[in-house]
Structure formats: structure tokens, C-alpha cells
């Protein structure tokens, strides 16, 4: 299991992915390393079967999701700026933000934030594209933990009613 997850799937290393292309090639990978597919062979073929499914699910779980896909990118490319405890040095004015963020939902605002936090998922998601479109390992690394901390953030806002 030396593959990167794209080339386990066949797909060029990228940002950009076609989630039902993604889906079909999951489903191929899946349908001749499926543990029930060598139920009837040797314990050893059982544990590289269930290893190799396993590899696969994780794979896909990574590359479907946008942030998980961005990260795997940074770790692939610049690991030291994916490592853990790796510093992010992320603007002012976001920092600003979310303080305001927080001081509009303590006034009871939380309509307008959460119109706000939408707005600013959208834009974040775009500027993570963008820089990982770029290879600007650096800009990704930015552009990813705001990405993380606004869906956070946006998880974290009680729905509308």
C-alpha cells in the first residue's frame, strides 16, 4: 500500500475531482479487494483483503471531502507544513472576524452571522481551491485551517427554525 489515494483511484493529484467519478472507481477498487471475496482463501489473503478495503474506504473518505482533500494535497507535497502543531500564521482581519463573529451572536444576531459565516464558507472555499489550483503549499495552509475553523464555526450556530 505504497499508492498515494490518487493513484490508487487512477486520478491525476489534484484539488479538482469529479466525486462521481470518485464514487465508480471507489466501487471498482472495492469490488476485488472486499474481505467477503476471500472469505474462502488462506488468513493471511483475509488480512491484505481487509487491509487493502480499509486503505480504499480511507482513501475515499479523504478525497471526497474539500478540507480532507486540501489537507492530504499539503501532506503530499509540503509535510512540513501539514505536520501536526505545525504553526498557521492566519490574517488579522480574520481573527477580527470571528470576534465579531462571536460579539453579533452574544447580541442575538445569530441570524445575520450565520448569513455572514455562509457568505465566508463560500469565499474560503474558493480561496482554498485557488491556492491549492496554484500549488501555493503556503496559501493552502492558510486557506485550510480558515476553511476548518468556519465550518466549525458553522457547525457550532443553532439552525434556523
Request: glycine share 2%.
Amino acid at each position: 500500500m505504497k499508492q498515494n489515494y490518487f493513484e490508487l483511484f487512477q486520478l491525476p493529484i489534484g484539488f479538482v475531482i469529479d466525486l462521481a467519478d470518485l464514487t465508480a472507481r471507489h466501487r471498482a477498487v472495492i469490488d476485488k479487494v472486499h474481505p467477503d471475496r476471500f472469505a474462502a482463501k488462506s488468513a493471511v489473503e483475509q488480512r491484505v483483503a481487509m487491509q487493502w478495503a480499509s486503505f480504499a474506504n480511507q482513501a475515499f473518505d479523504t478525497l471526497k471531502s474539500p478540507a480532507s482533500r486540501a489537507q492530504y494535497l499539503l501532506q503530499l507535497h509540503a509535510p512540513q507544513l501539514a505536520a501536526d502543531g505545525a504553526r498557521v500564521p492566519l490574517p488579522p482581519q480574520f481573527l477580527m472576524q470571528q470576534m465579531e463573529w462571536r460579539e453579533a451572536l452574544e447580541d442575538g444576531n445569530s441570524d445575520a452571522v450565520r448569513d455572514e459565516v455562509n457568505a465566508a464558507q463560500t469565499s474560503a472555499q474558493a480561496d482554498l481551491a485557488a491556492a491549492c489550483a496554484a500549488q501555493d503549499w503556503a496559501n493552502v495552509q492558510v486557506a485550510l485551517a480558515q476553511v476548518q475553523f468556519i465550518e466549525n464555526f458553522a457547525g457550532q450556530l443553532e439552525p434556523r427554525v
